[in-house]
């Protein structure tokens, strides 16, 4: 219960899903946690499910388009806790559209929360972690869609596949520059979170239609992408960065 014991962390959207569930468990694992979301009701009731748990937490609204609510974001962490370790960018959105149908308001709405807000969650973070010798890890949250094309994800296939790049680029920039900050990105599967349950519009049918593009037979839980996120976290993978950690129930292997 102590595999990222002592370290510091923030995560975006963590207030539901993928976020929720990783906050709770690097909490459970001894790190103390910025709760960054723009959902303030939701965020409040995670610090307070990990300070029921003994654990440390606080929550700061966070835009994360906006370079002001990252620079905020980061004084009050720097504030609360003296150091940052771990950055989680998790924020993102799905949108559905292929080419043609999608408006450019939609597909620059769906760029800067899920590409601009990694951007700035990567630029700020290095600055905070550069502040200790001891480094940190960075861990950008993909998707199968930045490793696979689909006609009707047009906007959403490019914002996850700029992660993927992006994380390769700022690991390589970390390391060459003798930072000891690890960059490393995580690619999903179908996860059942309050974003997918909305793309299914609550129908079991399409829910099935989801289920059968994974050989296991299920989708995944918060909680699958939450382990990986704390391997990725911990000192468990210190020879890794620039990797992808692909999670998907075996998607991407047909």
Known sequence: ?????????????????IGKATALL????????????????EGKKVVSDIEAGGGKAI?????????????AAMAA????FGRL????????????GTVESTSLDDWQRVQSINLDGVFLGTKYAIEAMRKHEGGGSIINLSSIEGLIGDPTLAAYNASKGGVRLFTKSSALHCAQSGYKIRVN?????????PMVQGLTKQDEAARQKLVALHPLGHLGEPEDIAYGILFLASDESKFMTGSELVIDGGYTAQ
């Open 185 to 193: 990105s995580i690619h999903p599967g179908y996860i059942w979170t």
């Open 1 to 17: 219960m102590a595999r990222v014991k002592g370290k510091v962390a923030i995560v975006s959207g963590a207030s539901l899903g």
């Open 77 to 80: 962490t720097l504030a609360a």
């Open 26 to 41: 690097l909490a459970q694992q001894g790190a103390a946690v910025v709760i960054a979301d723009i959902n303030e009701d």
């Open 85 to 96: 370790d771990i950055a989680v960018n998790n924020a993102g959105i799905a949108y559905s």
């Open 59 to 71: 929550f700061v609204k966070l835009d994360v388009r906006k370079e002001e609510d990252w620079q």
